[in-house]
């Protein structure tokens, strides 16, 4: 059974940072290209941050950009997002997506995790 779990969400004081984890049954990310989305209550879902599936480059959206970074650890089958500098407009539901084999064309998500930053 394919399986993704996020992790690592809270509440976080504003400049505060996080770690977001994606963790992987049934499949191995090496072979899959994944991403981090987020979604606030009224607002559309946005795109992150990305990391490929054969030479790991990445890119992220300009509002995350400096602030945000992506990776992933083979040996743990995890994708992590690193979050730093949080801003009180990073508040949202955290999900991650990843395409490949067995997660074809909308892909394979997790529940989510949420991250709250307020003071």
């Known amino acids: 059974q394919v399986q993704l779990v996020e992790s690592g969400g809270g509440l976080v004081q504003p400049g505060g940072s996080l770690r977001l984890s994606c963790a992987a049954s049934?499949?191995?990310?090496?072979?899959?290209?994944t991403s981090w989305y987020r979604q606030a209550p009224g607002k559309e879902r946005e795109k992150v941050a990305f990391?490929?599936?054969?030479?790991?480059?990445?890119n992220y959206a300009d509002s995350v950009k400096g602030r945000f970074t992506i990776s992933r650890d083979n040996a743990k089958n995890t994708v992590f997002l690193h979050m730093n500098s949080l801003k009180p407009e990073d508040t949202a539901v955290y999900y991650c997506?990843?395409?490949?084999?067995?997660?074809?064309?909308?892909?394979?998500w997790g529940q989510g995790t949420q991250v709250t930053v307020s003071s």
């Open positions: 049934g499949f191995t990310f090496s072979g899959y290209a």
């Open positions: 990391i490929s599936s054969t030479d790991s480059s990445t």
């Open positions: 997506n990843t395409k490949g084999p067995r997660c074809p064309k909308y892909g394979c």
